[in-house]
């Protein structure tokens, strides 16, 4: 059983293009994140959601836009691609806010390459 | 400035030896400390959390210690194996609402 899942995993797409990838957790858990792993191999956080509510924005272009129909989802939506967004999503869940001492379950990656 | 800096940055190591990685971070206030592996083309996957009080917690083979005071942690892995490759990479929670402060890892590499 998958805990958090992703889709697709890797993608592969023109500049200008719009694209999705959707993420699905079955942990029940109450906290969904994206996450953005660069070519220097850091993780940032984009956005986290706490039951559908939007909690952290992070500094990202508004070109991406995170959707969250219900607690077990978070997709995320980025338009007008560009050469920079090249890198690996990783969508996470926990229990409770990233703050607490709980663990982040992180799905497998999505990997974006833009040309 | 990364708040986290983790060493060294790579590391070989033969199949069964042991070994230790560094974390030193500046993160402020301090509420957690993590350290997850990822290995190659998957997500990370948690090995410990340990708060300000806790200096030592273990999972298998994998020991991590911390010291609040100097804001340092160490990863030691015991009799490696080949599944050890992969990256480490120690996570700070702190700051305002309690932020995660991810160091760039640490690449391991366990050869036979």
């Known amino acids: 059983d998958t805990a958090v899942s992703q889709t697709p995993k890797y993608l592969v797409t023109q500049m200008g293009n719009d694209k999705s990838i959707k993420c699905e957790q079955n942990?029940?858990?109450?906290?969904m994140y994206w996450y953005k792993q660069d070519s220097k191999k850091f993780l940032k956080i984009m956005f986290s959601?706490?039951?559908?509510?939007?909690?952290i924005n992070e500094t990202v272009p508004n070109r991406f836009s995170p959707k969250s129909p219900d607690k077990a989802h978070l997709n995320l939506h980025i338009n007008s691609l560009e050469l920079g967004d090249s890198a690996v999503y990783f969508c996470?869940?926990?229990?409770?806010?990233?703050?607490?001492?709980?663990?982040?379950?992180f799905g497998e990656g999505s990997w974006l390459t833009v040309v | 400035k990364n708040q986290v800096e983790q060493s060294p940055q790579s590391l070989i190591i033969l199949e069964g030896k042991n070994c230790t990685l560094q974390?030193?971070?500046?993160?402020?206030?301090?509420?957690?400390l993590r350290w997850y592996k990822q290995d190659t083309g998957r997500g990370p996957v948690s090995l410990t959390i340990?708060?300000?009080?806790?200096n030592t917690k273990s999972n298998g083979r994998y020991t991590a210690t911390l010291d609040a005071d100097t804001k340092q942690s160490s990863l030691h892995i015991t009799a490696s194996q080949l599944s050890d490759s992969a990256s480490y990479i120690c996570?700070?929670?702190?700051?305002?609402?309690?932020?995660?402060?991810f160091g760039a890892g640490t690449q391991v590499v366990v050869t036979p």
């Open positions: 996470a869940s926990s229990q409770e806010t990233q703050g607490f001492g709980n663990t982040i379950y």
């Open positions: 942990l029940g858990h109450d906290t």
């Open positions: 959601y706490n039951n559908k509510e939007l909690i």
């Open positions: 974390c030193n971070y500046t993160v402020s206030p301090f509420s957690n």
């Open positions: 340990m708060t300000f009080s806790e």
């Open positions: 996570v700070v929670s702190g700051g305002s609402w309690g932020k995660l402060q």
